[in-house]
Each structure stands twice: as C-alpha cells, then as structure tokens.
C-alpha cells in the first residue's frame, strides 16, 4: 500500500538512525505483520494488544507524534 510507504518512511529517516537496538527489532516485527493489519494499527481501525506496539503505532501514525 503506497500509503503505508509514505507513513514508514517518515519515522525511518527522522526516527530508525537513533532509534535503539529494540526500537529496530520492534520495528522490523512490526513490518512482519500484513498490510491491512498496518493499515488498521495506523489510521485508527484498531488498537494493538501489544503495549510496546502502541506506543510505536503512536510514533507512526499521522497527527499523532
């Protein structure tokens, strides 16, 4: 989904260079899941049970970072 490209690769160039060894793993786990799952998680379908997913959807999502 081209959206979800656009939303990704903000938090990679401001974001991924500092981000911390977990921060990455988290990250890279994140992207495992299927896209209409990302899609959800990002434009606020649905809430991640994953606590540490939360707070990076938080990062990532549009107007709320």
């Not at 911390?20 to 299927?34: C, G, H, M, Q």
């Amino acid at each position: 989904m081209k959206e979800l490209d656009l939303v990704l690769k903000g938090w990679l160039e401001q974001r991924y260079p500092l981000a911390s060894a977990d921060e990455r793993a988290l990250f890279a786990r994140f992207l495992e899941l299927p896209d209409p799952v990302i899609a959800g998680f990002l434009f606020g379908h649905a809430i991640p049970a994953d606590p540490a997913v939360g707070a990076l959807v938080a990062q990532l999502s549009p107007g709320r970072a």
